[in-house]
């Protein structure tokens, strides 16, 4: 099943400062105190033999498997260098190699070994992935379950990314209840103190677009537009993974001139779904994200600067990164005054296929958008759908042939794939819960460490702590509870008369942007609800 396991909020990593507005009920050491207490060892042994898979050599690079005996390097009980900030270790290299690090040479020559600037730019992407379940409310007691629990505009800091160098310009909402479900597993409950209709019972966070600060830009060379998308936590969405079936695209609203590219009707439904009487949802998903794109491209080439688009997401959220990505080329949201074109890329953790053959071909050879796609070899998900006609059963010419004869459930998977292998990562236990091999922070773990096939696993930066924030995956002797991430006291706070509540959130964001509208008719998009 194309279904994603949801990730788990996130602690910031220890060299961060813990958000204000979110206690935490254990903190993390400081920087100051893991330098003191980090002694490196180099393990004698070696770890156990690891078959070398076969992957298809047009997508597949691996940095995970090795045929000979590699070396552990780090701490035994939590690793080395936890003081380096893994995410942003590019050496300066950034602003001068920015194009091929977006995957202008389709990263050929930077997967095994792993290059060092590539590395940080997959985990900063994947920590922008990683802050759509962390920043999401889905507790049934709140009266903004299904909302972004942090404001707009202190969204970074709120969810422990204070230094991304980013600034969040829009949330997005999505929707799909054309079976007209419920989509919580309880009525949300109602209050007072806010607006009954703040959120409608099909409407949820699903996203945001971010674009860096003139700082950030000076250091990668470029003005970034980034574009997070979250994955599966609420039942539409299951809905949404278990609809296989495909269905053209062009009769998805993406005006793609193709009639024979397809995709997973639940995923498209999910990224175009709007409901009219819900204020934060009558656009779609994709309205919402292609109005904002063509605004800041306009803006940032309008002053003179070189403009990327940047997708990534997780799991589900890796099906939307695929599916927006591929609609910010088509529609030309990424088109540039002057005739040219935003580079767009997609980083994609976990993610299951979209489309079938046509879909990649247009994807990759006519609009021209870049994918890498981080995945755990043990890992179903990026297994599904497509389980009898895909690019690792099959080649191209059956599923070409099988799709021809309209059978359906041909699927493949696009871009370049970077296989990694959680089996190496001394940190990580044996276990038979396959959610974990899916966690994103056990894939952020895992591109912390390794460096190239048989080179060993060495941390850079990342605590490996992190895996267990909603997981159970860390070995025990490393002493991290599992599933330790949470507010303290589920957030409720005492008044002054002694009660116990859960105080109102003063929000600072309105249902859509006024110009919305003005944005899509540039697009040639009619979207006015």
Request: glycine letters at 8%; a neutral charge.
């Amino acid at each position: 099943m194309a279904a994603s396991v949801s990730s788990c909020p996130s602690l910031p990593i220890s060299h961060r400062r813990p958000a204000p507005i979110l206690p935490f009920q254990q903190q993390p050491p400081t920087r100051e105190r893991w330098l003191s207490n980090a002694k490196t060892t180099l393990h004698g042994g070696a770890l156990n033999t690891l078959q070398r898979r076969r992957r298809p050599r047009r997508v597949v690079a691996s940095v995970a498997t090795t045929d000979r005996p590699a070396p552990v390097i780090g701490d035994v009980n939590r690793g080395s260098q936890l003081a380096e900030t893994s995410g942003r270790s590019d050496d300066g290299q950034l602003a001068a190699r920015w194009r091929e690090i977006q995957g202008a040479s389709n990263w050929e020559g930077l997967l095994d070994p792993l290059d060092a600037a590539l590395r940080a730019e997959l985990i900063r992407y994947g920590e922008f992935a990683q802050a759509t379940y962390d920043s999401f409310d889905y507790d049934r007691f709140s009266p903004y379950s299904g909302s972004c629990r942090f404001p707009l505009r202190t969204f970074f800091r709120d969810v422990g990314l204070a230094g991304a160098g980013y600034e969040v310009s829009r949330y997005l909402y999505a929707t799909c209840n054309d079976l007209k479900l419920p989509n919580f597993a309880h009525r949300k409950h109602k209050s007072a103190a806010v607006e009954d209709k703040l959120w409608s019972e099909s409407g949820t966070f699903i996203g945001y677009v971010a674009v860096s600060t003139d700082e950030e830009t000076a250091r990668i060379g470029r003005r970034d537009i980034a574009v997070a998308w979250r994955g599966t936590i609420t039942r539409l969405e299951w809905v949404a993974d278990l609809t296989a079936s495909q269905r053209r695209l062009s009769d998805m609203g993406v005006p793609c001139p193709d009639p024979d590219v397809k995709v997973e009707l639940g995923f498209a439904e999910l990224y175009t779904g709007k409901d009219v009487e819900c204020r934060f949802c009558r656009y779609s998903a994709r309205e919402q994200a292609l109005a904002e794109v063509r605004k800041l491209v306009e803006l940032y080439h309008g002053r003179g600067e070189e403009v990327s688009v940047t997708v990534t997401g997780h799991s589900l959220g890796s099906a939307l990164a695929m599916l927006n990505a591929f609609d910010i080329a088509e529609t030309g949201a990424n088109a540039t005054p002057g005739g040219g074109e935003a580079p767009v890329c997609v980083f994609s953790f976990a993610g299951p296929r979209v489309g079938n053959l046509r879909f990649r071909e247009r994807f990759e050879r006519e609009l021209g958008v870049r994918a890498l796609r981080v995945v755990n070899v043990h890992d179903s998900v990026p297994k599904v759908p497509g389980v009898f006609f895909n690019e690792a059963a099959f080649p191209e010419e059956v599923l070409r042939a099988v799709d021809g004869l309209g059978v359906g459930g041909v699927y493949t998977h696009l871009g370049v794939a970077l296989a990694l292998d959680h089996e190496a990562s001394p940190f990580l236990k044996k276990t038979m819960d396959i959610s974990c091999y899916h966690n994103l922070e056990a894939h952020l773990h895992l591109l912390d460490g390794f460096r190239g096939t048989g080179e060993g696993f060495e941390l850079r930066g990342r605590d490996p702590a992190l895996v267990n924030k909603s997981a159970d995956f860390l070995r025990d002797d490393h002493m991290v509870p599992p599933v330790w991430y949470q507010a303290e006291n589920k957030g409720m706070v005492r008044m002054e008369d002694g009660r116990w509540v859960l105080p109102p959130r003063h929000r600072g964001i309105d249902a859509h942007p006024e110009d919305t509208d003005h944005h899509l008719q540039k697009l040639g998009l009619n979207a006015s609800p």
